[in-house]
């Protein structure tokens, strides 16, 4: 079993910063792709951020020099620094990773998702 953990979503001011963190704990050989999405009220789920060992970061468009992704390998966890908020970027965070528990293929998971919300 592979679980993530999320943490660090809140309510902001627009302009405001904020940090989401997550952690994968249990069964796990290796991490490929670590990334965050999001899906706000109404709105399909959509890619905020990846990163992957040997390829680099991808973003979406809306969050380009505003958020940044990074991760811990030794901890086997991902960080989403997010600056610059705005009130579309209110939605559910939602964290995930693409793991082996030993074989030679990666399965993703999903953590539960932490809310952030953006708001005077």
């Known amino acids: 079993q592979v679980q993530l953990m999320e943490s660090g979503g809140g309510l902001v001011q627009p302009g405001g910063s904020l940090r989401l963190s997550c952690a994968a704990s249990g069964s796990i050989f290796s991490i490929k792709q670590m990334g965050w999405y999001r899906q706000a009220p109404g709105k399909q789920r959509e890619l905020v951020a990846v990163i992957i060992t040997t390829e680099g970061t991808n973003y979406a468009d809306s969050v380009k020099g505003r958020f940044t992704i990074s991760r811990d390998n030794a901890k086997n966890t991902v960080y989403l620094q997010m600056n610059s908020l705005k009130p579309e970027d209110t939605a559910l965070y939602y964290c995930?990773?693409?793991?082996?528990?030993?074989?030679?293929?990666?399965?993703?998971?999903w953590g539960q998702g932490t809310q952030v919300t953006v708001s005077s």
């Open positions: 995930t990773a693409d793991v082996s528990t030993g074989g030679p293929y990666f399965y993703r998971r």
